[in-house]
């Protein structure tokens, strides 16, 4: 029997798990060949496997257990009027700033906000003497700049004395819209001929509303889910897999009548925040719901999930679920002379249906599932002296259903009898369960290799397993070895 003596979270900043999850085979720095591309990452064999099995978890949760929600999978280009109705050509922009020295991004709002969040409330009095203007007083007393234009924050710098001011570029306006040409054009790509890669899944959703509606024959209150890549020309691109210029996202629109909307929208609160809980594993006090206090051009309430990251040092959000109420179906109808009301035969009434989102970050979860269950642990051999020395392990103590690999297989030794039975197994165990073949090193050693990816099962053959057919199963999380004969492997092999 093993006991554990000590056990602590291994990730305790972002160079550590940028370091893990490379060396393990999660995830990779994108061209790293040509030294790198910014805030763009590769996903490994353990990094896909674990990203589609969160992604099946979602689609179960929120589609297959349910009678009222479709799935979709809509493609990454869309007509470029897509993007000036749903308003993210106008408005989708975050106000950057530059240091000249260093070449460094910041998103300005931030920065001077940090900046005046250090002031005391007489110092910040007594900068609104510097100026007549009663908006920029207000941003200054508020030390809130976020609906302000780059104008209004480099005159707030000015009249705050912002540190090294010179050495700053004046703001400016950044659209986060990726954009790109398709077919045979050159020159420069304006707004007016630009295509844009999507920004976010849902849009998609939007202009196939009045398809799926009438081929799958719904009725409101009804949902189109779907998962895929978006593309954001994000500013700063400096915390790992958290913020990306391309990444996953998993999105939920729920079609329904204006005065069902506060009743779903707490129902979908608590089934998102449910999800995490029980399905992923995640400690409820890792977790809240924030409200927003600043909302989206489209949004008329919202609150994000948040999960505590010890890398990124506190909460931060990891879905997002809004009232859009009728705006993009509207937006989509004016610009494309479509109509999208929907005729309600129950109330008898006509009405553009209203939307609540949820919008989860895939990549996040995955960075998230790996701070939360990977473990640095000392443990002993009780069976063994009472000398015994202290061994140590690091263990992703993942939910056994969303671990990459399921099952390793493994003989003693590299004896081609007991090889060859072991392979034999694996083939029986491939039809129902990811697994992987391992004959490096000792038995130890590959025991330490599995934990570390989070596999839960081992099973070990040996010489006894050619004469009675039986092998032993190793349980990850308490160490415990079972004999079992080979026929009920599977009924040993739990998950949750
Ligand atoms: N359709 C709504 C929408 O896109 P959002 O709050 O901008 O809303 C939803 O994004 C989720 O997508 C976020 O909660 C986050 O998990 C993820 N996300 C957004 N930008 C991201 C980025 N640059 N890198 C990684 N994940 C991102």
New binding site residues.
């Given amino acids: 029997m093993f006991k554990i003596v000590n056990s602590r979270k291994y990730i305790s900043d972002l160079e550590v798990l940028r370091a893990w999850t490379k060396e393990n085979g999660f995830i990779y720095p994108s061209s790293e060949i040509y030294g790198g591309f910014s805030?763009v990452y590769d996903y490994g064999h353990l990094g896909y496997l674990l990203k589609e099995n969160i992604k099946r978890n979602w689609e179960k949760s929120v589609v297959h257990s349910r009678n009222d929600m479709v799935l979709l999978d809509s493609a990454i280009f869309m007509h470029p009027k897509t993007w000036h109705a749903s308003g993210h050509v106008s408005n989708f922009s975050d106000i950057l700033i530059e240091n000249k020295k260093t070449n460094i991004r910041y998103r300005a709002d931030h920065v001077v906000e940090d900046w005046l969040s250090k002031k005391t409330d007489q110092e910040l009095e007594y900068f609104c003497t510097k100026t007549a203007k009663k908006n920029i007083q207000e941003m200054i007393k508020k030390r809130d700049l976020d609906k302000s234009t780059p104008e209004e924050i480099y005159e707030v710098m000015k009249i705050t004395d912002f540190p090294d001011l010179e050495n700053f570029t004046k703001p400016r306006t950044f659209s986060l819209m990726i954009k790109t040409n398709l077919g045979i054009t050159d020159g420069t790509i304006d707004n007016d001929n630009a295509v844009f890669p999507r920004?976010?899944?849902?849009?998609g959703i939007y202009l196939n509303f009045k398809n799926v509606l009438q081929t799958y024959r719904l009725k409101i209150p009804f949902g189109i889910a779907q998962t895929g890549k978006?593309f954001?020309n994000?500013i700063i691109?400096r915390?790992f897999?958290?913020?990306?210029?391309?990444?996953?996202?998993m999105?939920m629109q729920y079609f329904l009548h204006p005065n069902d909307m506060n009743s779903k929208f707490e129902e979908w609160k608590n089934l998102r925040l449910d999800w995490y809980v029980n399905e992923l594993g995640i400690s409820p006090s890792n977790l809240r719901l924030k409200k927003h206090e600043k909302l989206?051009h489209?949004a008329s309430q919202?609150f994000?999930?948040e999960y505590k990251f010890e890398s990124l040092s506190g909460y931060k959000?990891?879905?997002?679920i809004?009232a859009?109420g009728d705006w993009d179906l509207s937006s989509h109808s004016k610009m494309s002379g479509e109509n999208m009301e929907y005729y309600d035969q129950q109330r008898n009434e006509k009405y553009i249906p209203h939307v609540l989102?949820t919008?989860?970050?895939?990549?996040?979860?995955v960075m998230m599932l790996i701070e939360e269950n990977l473990y640095e642990e000392e443990f002993i051999n009780n069976e063994k002296d009472k000398n015994t020395a202290i061994d140590k392990r690091i263990v992703l103590k993942i939910k056994k259903n969303l671990a990459p690999i399921q099952v390793a297989i493994l003989p003693l030794s590299k004896k081609p009898e007991l090889i060859h039975k072991t392979l034999e197994i694996q083939q029986q165990l491939r039809n129902r369960f990811i697994t992987s073949y391992d004959e490096t090193g000792s038995i130890g050693k590959r025991y330490r290799r599995q934990d570390e990816i989070g596999t839960p099962y081992c099973v070990t053959v040996d010489f006894d397993s050619l004469e009675d057919n039986c092998i032993t199963i190793r349980n990850r999380d308490d160490m415990t070895q079972i004999r079992v004969p080979i026929s009920e492997i599977q009924s040993y092999l739990m998950f949750d």
Avoid: K, M
């Fill in positions: 805030a920004a976010e899944t849902c849009q978006a954001r994000e691109a915390q897999i958290f913020r990306t210029r391309e990444f996953e996202q999105e989206a489209y919202a994000d999930i959000e990891l879905e997002g809004h859009r989102e919008s989860v970050g895939l990549n996040r979860c």
